[in-house]
């Protein structure tokens, strides 16, 4: 079975940081694309950063300049970590890996399981 494990969010007051982790563990031959979601209260998930194997990042318009991802391919580790904290910030944030997997062909995608990132005075 293949886990991806979050951990890092919380309450932050604006303008302030949080760094956030997921992990993967499991049968896994090679972690391809990796990326984290958030999804606001009553709207679809959409994306936030997303980068590739070899270090290649892709940001959404809303987060450029304050938010950094990045990945340890040797600890299957995807971080993110943001900076200069707004309220509109505030959403449930996902991580997502693409990867192959033991007995099977193609790319398979996986979701963490949802950290709550609030930002507030």
């Known amino acids: 079975q293949v886990q991806l494990v979050e951990s890092g969010g919380g309450l932050v007051q604006p303008g302030g940081s949080l760094n956030l982790s997921c992990a993967a563990s499991?049968?896994?031959?090679?972690?391809?694309?990796m990326g984290w979601y958030r999804q606001f209260l009553g709207k679809q998930r959409e994306l936030v950063a997303a980068?590739?194997?070899?270090?290649?990042?892709n940001y959404a318009d809303s987060v450029k300049g304050r938010f950094t991802i990045s990945r340890d391919n040797a600890k299957n580790t995807v971080y993110l970590q943001m900076n200069s904290l707004k309220p509109e910030d505030t959403a449930v944030y996902y991580c997502?890996?693409?990867?192959?997997?033991?007995?099977?062909?193609?790319?398979?995608?996986?979701w963490g399981q949802g950290t709550q990132v609030t930002v507030s005075s």
């Open positions: 499991g049968s896994i031959f090679t972690i391809y694309g």
């Open positions: 980068i590739t194997r070899g270090g290649s990042t």
């Open positions: 997502n890996a693409r990867m192959t997997v033991p007995a099977t062909t193609g790319l398979l995608g996986y």
